[in-house]
């Protein structure tokens, strides 16, 4: 209601803004790539609750960091490598790269034994939107073992 309101004001000000940060992100998005995934811990044997460090490269091109939001996504491991029950965690940018491209980091720390994995996304970040996931603008890293998350053993 809020939120509603607050893009209600000034005779649609601040929808009319969101609309065209929306079409910002609409024209720029393909240009997003998390271009490396690394972490000391990938195939690796880890002990239960500890940290899993996990750094991103990530090119934005004309989209600048404080307008998305990285995401370490991480949970236990199906049998086909695939995230269950995953939680998500917003890494934080580390330093600008130079061309567009920039680094973030994170960590999470596996609750329970057995595999883990991992992935991160990149989705929009702007306090007026209601919702972050919109439709054609999420962007995951692509693994080489297409649709297989990183993994760490507990």
Same mark, same amino acid.
């Given at each position: 209601?809020?939120?509603?309101?607050?893009?209600?004001? #000034? *005779?649609? !000000?601040?929808?009319?803004?969101?609309?065209?940060?929306?079409?910002?992100? @609409? =024209?720029?998005?393909?240009?997003?790539?998390?271009?490396?995934?690394?972490?000391?811990?990938?195939?690796?044997?880890?002990?239960?609750?500890?940290?899993?460090?996990?750094?991103?490269?990530?090119?934005?091109?004309?989209?600048?960091?404080?307008?998305?939001?990285?995401?370490?996504?991480?949970?236990?491991?199906?049998?086909?490598?695939?995230?269950? #029950? *995953?939680? !998500?965690?917003?890494?934080?940018?580390?330093?600008?790269?130079?061309?567009? @491209? =920039?680094?973030?980091?994170?960590?999470?720390?596996?609750?329970?034994?057995?595999?883990?994995?991992?992935?991160?996304?990149?989705?929009?970040?702007?306090?007026?939107?209601?919702?972050?996931?919109?439709?054609?603008?999420?962007?995951?890293?692509?693994?080489?073992?297409?649709?297989?998350?990183?993994?760490?053993?507990?």
């Amino acid at each position: 209601h809020e939120k509603g309101a607050k893009l209600s004001r #000034d *005779g649609l !000000a601040e929808s009319r803004g969101l609309a065209q940060r929306i079409e910002h992100y @609409r =024209h720029n998005w393909h240009k997003i790539e998390v271009e490396r995934v690394d972490s000391q811990s990938t195939s690796a044997a880890v002990s239960v609750r500890s940290l899993v460090r996990v750094t991103a490269t990530v090119r934005l091109a004309d989209i600048a960091p404080g307008q998305v939001q990285v995401q370490l996504y991480h949970g236990s491991l199906g049998a086909l490598g695939e995230l269950l #029950d *995953g939680n !998500a965690l917003t890494m934080q940018h580390t330093r600008d790269l130079g061309d567009g @491209r =920039h680094e973030f980091g994170g960590a999470f720390a596996p609750a329970h034994s057995g595999q883990h994995g991992f992935s991160v996304r990149v989705i929009p970040s702007d306090a007026r939107l209601v919702n972050p996931f919109i439709p054609g603008l999420i962007t995951w890293h692509n693994d080489a073992r297409e649709g297989v998350a990183e993994e760490a053993r507990v």
